[in-house]
């Protein structure tokens, strides 16, 4: 899939998108490409440095990987529910079972991506996502 234009009108994406992933190398491509398409970003390297910043609540979505030490990135989506937070979530993962996108759906999550992620569509998806927000 080619890749979307980087034409953003100013403004258009003023609500900040939140990436979180343990693996370095992983968020800050995904900070790169997102801020390449105009996006604000904020990286967050586990899902407890997420949910300690009070600036959470501003999101325009959350982008967040399955698989981290301590809590998983559904962890992450239970604990804004019980506070009352909501934030359109996209999980990503290397591996999605049956379980994990059971529970995916009965938390609420929008979409469900296996890595290596497609630039094109994570941009798409993305895009669709905040001018629904």
Request: with cysteine.
């Given at each position: ?36 398409f105009g996006f604000s970003v904020r990286s967050y390297r586990s899902g407890t440095e ?41 999980l990503i993962s290397g591996r999605l079972d049956a379980s994990t996108k059971q529970r ?30």
């Amino acid at each position: 899939m080619p890749l979307p234009s980087k034409h953003c009108p100013p403004g258009e994406f003023q609500k900040p998108i939140c990436v979180v992933d343990d693996d370095e190398s992983v968020a800050d491509s995904l900070q790169s490409l997102l801020e390449s398409f105009g996006f604000s970003v904020r990286s967050y390297r586990s899902g407890t440095e997420f949910l300690a910043d009070e600036r959470r609540r501003l999101a325009g979505c959350l982008l967040i990987d399955q698989h981290m030490p301590g809590l998983s990135g559904l962890d992450v989506v239970d604990n804004l529910q019980k506070e009352g937070v909501q934030i359109p979530t996209i999980l990503i993962s290397g591996r999605l079972d049956a379980s994990t996108k059971q529970r995916a759906t009965l938390l609420g999550v929008r979409e469900l991506l296996e890595k290596p992620v497609a630039a094109g569509r994570l941009i798409q998806l993305l895009r669709t996502t905040l001018a629904e927000a």
